[in-house]
Structures are given as C-alpha cells and as structure tokens.
C-alpha cells in the first residue's frame, strides 16, 4: 500500500488510520489483537489511539485502549512494523488533564508505560488548554522529543486561530511545530474545516488525519430512521444527521455505491482519502467484516466525487 508523508514528521502512513477508541471497549482484547493483525496484514500500519479511551465505559479509568495495544505489541512482536499515535490533555482524573509541562511529562510516562514501548511515534495534544500558554506546552512536547520519547507531534481539536498561533510560536522559539491535525471531519461535517483548518494546514504543510470519518456509524447507512437509533452504543449521536441534508448524503452514497459495486461506508472513506489535504482519515471496526470493508476504500472518479461534494453542500 503507496504510503503519505505526515507532514515534515518523517512519517510515512498508509492512506488509512485504524481508531483505538473501541479497543477494550466495544471490542474486547481477543478480538482487538485480531482486528490489529489484519490491519498490518492488509498494509496498514497507522494506529490511533489516546489516554483517555476508554474512560467514558463504566467501570474503565482510561488507558484501556493504550493497554491492550501495549500487550498487543508485546505478543505479536510488530513494533517496527506500525506507527503509534496517541493523545495527552482530556480528563484522566481531578488532577490529570490538560497542556501543562508538568502533566504533558507525567502523562507520556504513562502511556509509555501502558504502551510497553520506549517511544511514542506521534505525541498529540487531545484537546486546546486556554489555561496553559501554547509555548509551554510547545516546550514540554520539545523536551520529549529530545529525550528520544517521542519522534513527532500533532494536535486534535485546535481552533485555525490557535493552531496557527502554535505554528508562528514554534517557529519563532526554534521549537518542533505540530506536523498533524485530528480534525472532526466527513461527508456531514464539513463547513468548519474547509472554511478554517484547511487552508491553514495546506499553507503549512501539515498532515491530517481526521476522526468520525464515517460519522459515528450514520455513513454506513446503518442508521436511516430514529428506530434504528438503538442498533449500536453509539446511536444516539447520529441522531443529528437524520435530516434532509443527512438523507441526501445516504442517497448519493447508496448510488455510487451501486454503480461501483462496493458499500457506502468505503465510498465515503474514498471521498476523504482523495482530498488533498487529507493524509488518512481514522476508521475504527469491532469486526473482521467491518475492517474488511474499511480497508477496501473504492478509489472515486472525479464525477462521484463531484456528486458528494454536492449532496454534502452545506450552503
């Protein structure tokens, strides 16, 4: 599989990310070993991951989703054969959260720890910290990358202004600038990132990976009326997309998927890997079904693509 460069990192990805979030959560670690296995077998070697999953779950604290792939990496021996990237800055606790030095350096520790590895591939700050100044964040992420802990850092959940503000910041102190983005981008989610974050990333070269690319699931067409709400965990936030905006999405995917033999959930990762600036959108799967048809993403022609952009138009 042709490998994209991650913005100046040194960093090199298939063009499809495999999310962490549903490992040891909806997924449990017998099959979260398995899906990993076919996702390398398949060429892919990108893992995305954060501190924080899966503490939303009852009875977890976080760090789930970091253990297992640690004890993953352990059993399997694939360390050199994947890129890991995780996350520091939401909510582990009263007293564990945010973008300061002091907890940027206890918390990679950690995941480290969980990991079982010595150095983290991408190091991402998970969300924007108002309350910490972006060059002491900047500096604390610098530090770990002197100390050989971690190879590269991105952010997740930045505003165009404040990225560009950390951008300007690295390069006036001479400090490593985020080389990624994690947006929240796809077929529903449009406006914000093409009108803000993109032009910014592509005037910088900066890679992208973007997170709920199929939309919580509604891409899939799983979800077309309230009553199927309740197939999944995670129904209940698609709920937003069951408009005539939404429906018009469903119907263009439906089409293409037909006239190219493939599934709405591949057609829509292909209208994400084939924007420019996009490096590889985040895809997770609790099945080997699922990341079967994930990872065979249906390559668009220029009038498919057109077709999404129009049904998808949010003005």
């Excluded at 503490?55 to 021996?77: D, M, P, V």
């Excluded at 564990?96 to 950690?110: F, N, P």
């Excluded at 991402?124 to 802990?149: F, Y």
Aim: glycine letters at 8%; proline letters at 3%; charged letters at 25%.
């Amino acid at each position: 599989m042709i490998k994209r460069k991650l913005g100046n990192s040194g960093l090199a990805i298939a063009p499809l990310a495999f999310g962490g979030n549903v490992f040891g959560w909806t997924a449990d670690e017998a099959t979260s070993f398995h899906l990993l296995d076919a996702f390398l077998a398949a060429g892919c070697n990108f893992i995305d991951t954060a501190d924080l999953y899966s503490r939303w779950a009852s009875g977890h604290q976080g760090g789930e989703s970091e253990s297992i792939i640690g004890r993953w990496l352990k059993k399997s021996g694939k360390r050199n054969q994947v890129i890991i990237a995780t996350k520091v800055g939401m909510e582990m606790g009263p007293d564990k959260k945010g973008l300061s030095k002091a907890y940027i350096l206890r918390a990679a520790e950690d995941s480290l720890r969980r990991l079982q590895i010595d150095c983290i591939d991408l190091y991402q700050a998970h969300i924007d910290d108002p309350a910490t100044t972006l060059e002491e964040t900047l500096d604390a992420l610098a530090g770990l990358i002197k100390q050989g802990k971690v190879r590269a850092i991105g952010a997740s959940n930045y505003s165009a202004e404040r990225l560009t503000q950390a951008l300007e910041i690295s390069r006036r102190l001479g400090l490593p600038r985020y080389e990624c983005l994690q947006p929240h981008y796809n077929l529903c989610e449009r406006a914000d990132y093409e009108t803000k974050l993109e032009p910014v990333c592509l005037a910088h070269g900066i890679g992208v990976i973007s997170y709920f690319s199929l939309a919580k699931g509604f891409l899939t067409g799983k979800y077309r009326a309230e009553a199927d709400l309740t197939k999944s965990v995670r129904g209940q936030g698609v709920k937003a997309y069951l408009d005539e905006r939404g429906f018009r999405i469903l119907a263009a995917l439906d089409q293409i998927a037909k006239d190219k033999g493939s599934t709405p959930a591949r057609v829509a990762l292909a209208w994400l890997i084939a924007r420019p600036s996009i490096t590889a959108p985040i895809a997770s799967a609790t099945s080997l079904g699922q990341l079967t048809d994930l990872i065979e993403a249906t390559k668009l022609d220029r009038p498919a693509i057109e077709a999404l952009n129009q049904a998808s138009a949010w003005v």
